[in-house]
Nanobody, 118 residues
Framework: QVQLVESGGGLVQSGGSLRLSCAAS????????MAWFRQAPGKERQLLAR???????TYVDSEKGRFTVSRDNAKNTMYLQMNSLQTEDTAVYYC????????????WGQGTQVTVSS
């Protein structure tokens, strides 16, 4: 069983930056593909970025250049560096993981709130 715990959310002014962390336990993240999602009020959960077990990142087009996903296998932690934040980035941010052999993301954290003020 994999447990994921996000941290690093909070209140930031427009134009600011935050770094989110996703600490995993129960399994080494070197075995896992991982991803960041977010869900704004009244909207569906949205994929932001993924990083494979062998450290290959991919991004949704709208977030390229502002968001950077990374992982530290020694700390069993994934990160999301977010720059130039805007009010529309306000959402609950979730990390997720799956085994390499799985198709869908199965393990989820509880989420961390990010609020961007104007």
């Amino acid at each position: 069983q994999v447990q994921l715990v996000e941290s690093g959310g909070g209140l930031v002014q427009s134009g600011g930056s935050l770094r989110l962390s996703c600490a995993a336990s129960g399994r080494a993240i070197s075995d896992l593909d991982m991803a960041w999602f977010r869900q704004a009020p009244g909207k569906e959960r949205q994929l932001l970025a993924r990083i494979t077990w062998d450290n290959v990142p991919t991004y949704v087009d709208s977030e390229k250049g502002r968001f950077t996903v990374s992982r530290d296998n020694a700390k069993n932690t994934m990160y999301l560096q977010m720059n130039s934040l805007q009010t529309e980035d306000t959402a609950v941010y979730y990390c997720s993981a799956k085994l390499r052999s799985d198709y869908q993301y199965f393990y989820w954290g509880q989420g961390t709130q990010v609020t961007v003020s104007s």
